[in-house]
């Protein structure tokens, strides 16, 4: 299945805010509403309802799913991945030191995200 809807641009800096002022429950959304998007562009992955079940249940898995599927998304162009399931690694000392690796995943993910987003014609 080839390129199908191209999906929202989310201000990195804005998607911190949010996370951090829901008390966390923005990151599913995010989740939910960045996976949907993938998918339906893509016609592979996980989806938004499935990816939220598993962010729900075990959060630090998603964080290899989400930044191995968007260096798909580059991949299936013929394009350099920016972020791949390795990028991951990030998350797990991020639950542990003061969310340091968090906020670097989520910089690199979000950031390569947007950026496939944006070179595919969406809006910034």
């Known amino acids: 299945m080839g390129p199908g809807p191209i999906g929202k641009v ?3 800096g804005l998607s ?6 829901t ?3 923005y990151g599913y959304v995010w989740w ?4 949907d998007e993938m998918k339906a562009h893509t016609g592979n992955g996980l989806g938004g309802p499935l990816a939220f079940v598993i962010a729900f249940i075990i959060a630090p898995v998603m ?3 989400t930044a191995d599927e968007v260096g798909k998304m ?10 791949s399931a390795v990028t991951g690694l990030w998350y797990i000392p991020g639950c542990f ?5 968090l906020i670097v995943w989520f910089v690199k993910v979000n950031g390569a995200l947007n950026e496939y987003w944006k070179s595919m ?3 910034a």
């Open 10 to 12: 989310r201000g990195t």
């Open 16 to 21: 911190i805010l949010l996370f951090i002022v």
């Open 23 to 25: 008390f966390g429950i």
């Open 32 to 35: 939910w509403k960045t996976h």
């Open 63 to 65: 964080a290899f799913i």
């Open 74 to 83: 580059y991949e299936l162009r013929g394009q350099q991945k920016p972020v």
């Open 97 to 101: 030191l003061l969310g340091i690796g």
């Open 121 to 123: 014609g969406a809006p």
